[in-house]
């Protein structure tokens, strides 16, 4: 690796830019309460209180993780009081983190918190919001195999059920502008990008990981304004979901939301039209089973 | 840290083909490209640090947003080094985060130290004075490890080991033992490892860049023989007291019994800066 390979573009985004932005996506967030990807800070009172080293040790470990469940966050914020004797309130974990992210917000970091689409559990991940590639000279990946993710993430994102067949990925691996891809390339490629947990697999389809929707949402939301639709239940991005098939409704519920909406209900009905709901209902998943991020 | 840092280029990219979609012109899509192949040559010595009233006069040039905002460009470019345990040249730093900024340099270092320790724990630390090197470590004290799963890199134990011989030979071995030990261990370097990869390019050339290890020619040998030490990176990493308590471990024995590496690992400035990170 040539760690020279240094490439940096955040000369035309400045700070001023970042700030208008940040206040766009606030407003557009408090519109759609519960946003998905809701800040665990809210911006508007940052006088949070000072940080001390479990806040730090707390820091060090998501740096070190990018992404932990609930529960573990929950685990990982008593850990790190007990070790630096500072007081543990356990219901407390979203001001612990408030904490940090006052701080954090200057460098362009941020813990959030999102949900999985598979088993609808919460988890809290360290997102960069730099938009430079400061970054990219420190990247396994080269351009054409970034260009690859981006089509994937395309076609991820214009797809009904959130997924991405290998197919489809080959054939647009056809259709890059940088360096084309060989479907040896490609396959190996898409097993690196699994592994390093953009994406995840399951029977030959990808779909996005929950880190990566975590930090992408405000960005697939501005760039792909006409395709992206929301859960109708939590108000979060939908991608891996069930569908209204009613043509004039064709609302979206995430699979776990469904699984929680429905509980119980004997004839399941579209919240938006009434129409029946004729999709099978999953079972909702328990949190505390190690679940995959 | 984790790759979080794939997405940064993405973003950048987005934003910019949404900006050139809003106004219909390309004239913002610029990408500035830094030409890769000089760098390695290009040397620290046309930078000189700008005095006290230098920076003064160039702190008014700029407003405080940029200054903060270039402050946090200076903490991200440390950070994405330190994921992968790349020291940063000053050279580098000023050529491509700085740039503008290069003569309120020293101010910049100065807020992006008191983020480091204040938000992060953590500390610049020069380890080579010369070429103006620097490297990230843990300012907070080692505890046990947390409770849920820190991905670790599989090599860091292979490193262990190095380091650990090394240590316990008195600070030099020649690069024969290393191979034959880590033979003994099943490690066979010549060929490629299951978990480790390449172990003799992770060895001689890895581990060396991240400074690590140091790699240096034994004077006066015919053939050329090579021999191994700690690197700078190592010394304020890697805690000799931990090494030893591991070679107690592995060997059913009082780590005080080796009284001379028992001395070295509890003499003060070796026992500074073990991280778990
Ligand atoms: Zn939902
Ligand atoms: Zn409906």
């Known amino acids: ?293 | 840290m984790e790759p979080t840092q794939l997405l940064g280029f993405i973003k950048a990219e987005m934003t910019q083909r949404k900006r050139v979609s809003n106004t219909q012109s390309s004239s913002q899509n610029k990408r500035q490209s830094v030409p890769l192949a000089s760098q390695e040559e290009d040397d620290d010595s046309t930078f000189t640090q700008p005095s006290s009233s230098q920076v003064q006069r160039g702190l008014e040039r700029f407003t405080p947003a940029q200054v903060d905002q270039k402050t946090a460009e200076v903490v991200q470019f440390f950070l994405v080094r330190d994921q992968k345990k790349i020291p940063v040249r000053r050279a580098d730093l000023v050529k491509h985060v700085l740039k503008d900024y290069r003569n309120i340099y020293p101010e910049i270092m100065k807020r992006a130290a008191r983020t480091f320790d204040q938000v992060f724990g953590l500390k610049i630390v020069e380890i080579d004075s010369k070429n103006h090197m620097y490297i990230l470590v843990n300012k907070l004290e080692t505890a046990e490890a947390p409770p849920i799963t820190n991905p670790t890199n599989p090599k860091t134990g292979l490193l262990f080991v190095v380091l650990s011989l090394i240590f316990m030979k008195g600070g030099a071995v020649r690069e024969n033992l290393i191979w034959n030990t880590l033979k003994k261990l099943r490690v066979d370097a010549g060929e490629k490892h299951e978990e480790f990869g390449d172990v003799k390019k992770a060895i001689t050339d890895e581990f060396v860049r991240q400074r690590y290890l140091e790699y240096v020619r034994i004077p006066h040998t015919e053939p050329v023989e090579f021999e191994f030490r700690w690197g700078q990176r190592a010394e304020v990493e890697v805690s000799k007291v931990k090494i030893l308590e591991f070679m107690g471990e592995l060997h059913d024995q009082d780590p005080q019994s080796w009284t001379q590496q028992f001395r070295e690992a509890h003499s003060g400035s070796s026992q500074s800066a073990p991280s778990n990170r």
């Open chain 1, 1 to 293: 690796m040539d760690y020279n390979d240094y490439n940096y573009i955040s000369t035309d985004y400045n700070a001023h830019n970042y700030r208008k932005k940040k206040k766009q996506q606030q407003q557009e967030e408090e519109e759609k309460e519960g946003a998905h990807c809701r800040s665990v800070t809210d911006q508007s009172r940052d006088m949070a209180r000072p940080m001390e080293d479990s806040h730090r040790r707390f820091l060090q470990t998501m740096m070190a993780n990018g992404i932990v469940d609930e529960q573990s966050a929950r685990t990982l914020c008593q850990y790190c009081c007990e070790t630096h004797n500072t007081q543990h309130t356990p219901d407390k974990l979203d001001d612990f983190i408030e904490t940090i992210n006052s701080k954090l917000q200057p460098m362009f970091m941020q813990i959030r918190k999102g949900m999985s689409e598979d088993n609808g559990h919460q988890f809290y991940a360290l997102v960069n919001m730099a938009e430079t590639d400061v970054t990219r000279m420190s990247s396994d990946y080269a351009d054409n195999e970034l260009e690859l993710f981006r089509k994937t993430m395309d076609l991820i994102v214009c797809s009904e059920n959130g997924k991405a067949s290998s197919t489809d990925i080959l054939n647009s691996a056809d259709t890059l502008t940088t360096k084309k891809l060989k479907k040896s390339e490609t396959e190996h490629l898409l097993n690196r990008l699994v592994h390093d947990k953009w994406l995840n697999e399951k029977r030959g389809e990808y779909t996005l990981s929950t880190r990566c929707i975590i930090e992408m949402e405000p960005y697939i939301r501005s760039m792909y304004q006409d395709q992206v639709k929301v859960c109708h239940i939590c108000r979060n991005i939908a991608f891996q979901c069930q569908i209204c098939e009613k043509p004039t409704c064709g609302i979206k519920i995430h699979n776990p939301c469904v699984a929680r909406y429905f509980k119980g209900r004997a004839e399941p009905r579209c919240p938006a039209c009434d129409d029946f709901w004729p999709h099978e209902i999953p079972e909702v998943r328990r949190p505390r089973s190690q679940s995959k991020r």
